[in-house]
Nanobody
Framework: QVQFVESGGGLVQPGGSLRLSCAAS??????????MGWYRQAPGKQRELVAA??????????NYADSVKGRFTISRDNAKKTVYLQMSNLKPEDTAVYYC?????????WGQGTEVTVSS
């Protein structure tokens, strides 16, 4: 069973920054072959893709939701088997539970979620 553990959420004021981390907790996982992403789900809304980075074998390409372009950056540290989401200039509408996602072919895995609240 492949597992990922998120951390880094919390309460931040508008305009502030946070960095989320998602680490693979499964020994032996070949992290570099997974496509990784961050999704979020705000209360009463559907889960949406925030940012994604393809596997190393696919070139590590990134893509972002229009709402976060220029403010969020996704990156991966393959040696640490970790994917990050650096969030800057946070807005109240970024408030949500953020989930890490890993895909390998038809297999898909989710983290437990970490809550981000942007409020003054």
């Amino acid at each position: 069973q492949v597992q990922f553990v998120e951390s880094g959420g919390g309460l931040v004021q508008p305009g502030g920054s946070l960095r989320l981390s998602c680490a693979a907790s499964t020994s032996g996982i070949i992290f570099v072959i997974y496509d990784m992403g961050w999704y979020r789900q705000a209360p009463g809304k559907q889960r949406e893709l925030v940012a994604a980075v393809t596997s190393v074998t696919s070139g590590g390409k990134t893509n972002y939701a229009d709402s976060v372009k220029g403010r969020f950056t996704i990156s991966r540290d393959n040696a640490k088997k970790t994917v990050y989401l650096q969030m800057s200039n946070l807005k109240p509408e970024d408030t949500a539970v953020y989930y890490c996602n890993a895909k390998l072919g038809a297999q898909e895995y989710w983290g437990q979620g970490t809550e981000v609240t942007v409020s003054s």
